[in-house]
């Protein structure tokens, strides 16, 4: 059963980290088409954007080199729990998590900052712009909030 979880963890994290950076490599290599926005629907853009700090651009001023190690510590332990999950869910959540966050910390590698592309917005009001990494690491917090409501269950005998 554990190596099953780790193989749906495993594949979670492989796919959040290439869905993240291939979506980033299209980004960057339109970075100058995108620089104003380029409309996509009612309330969403794409621009292209770098963040130096965290969610919602929180510790900006913090190196980059600072918010990597942070950010590796907390893919180690998530790590770990990914491959000690007792249920499915528990171990794709961590694998989304620690995909995600590593998506990010590549880009704090190669570029000193996170690149953000997805921007949505209400009238003048808009979201702070992230990407694909954040949305695996937000989906993975929630699946492991939630996931004792949805418990792996085993049919009753």
């Not at 104003?36 to 700090?53: D, E, H, M, Y």
Request: hydrophobic fraction near 60%.
């Amino acid at each position: 059963m554990r190596h099953r979880n780790l193989t749906l963890g495993s594949t979670a994290l492989l796919a959040a980290l290439s869905v993240d950076q291939a979506s980033k490599a299209l980004v960057v290599a339109e970075a100058a088409s995108m620089a104003g926005g380029v409309p996509v629907a009612p309330g969403f853009n794409l621009v292209f954007g770098r963040n130096s700090g965290v969610t919602f651009g929180l510790f900006g001023d913090v190196p980059w080199w600072a918010l990597t190690l942070v950010a590796a510590a907390i893919c180690a332990w998530l790590l770990r729990v990914m491959i000690a999950a007792g249920t499915r869910s528990e171990a794709v959540a961590a694998g989304l998590i620690v995909g995600g966050a590593l998506g990010n910390v590549v880009d704090r590698l190669r570029f000193g900052a996170v690149t953000d592309f997805l921007d949505f917005y209400a009238g003048t009001w808009h979201w702070p712009a992230f990407n694909l990494a954040d949305v695996a690491v937000v989906c993975g917090a929630a699946l492991m909030i939630l996931r004792p409501l949805f418990a792996d269950r085993v049919p009753a005998s």
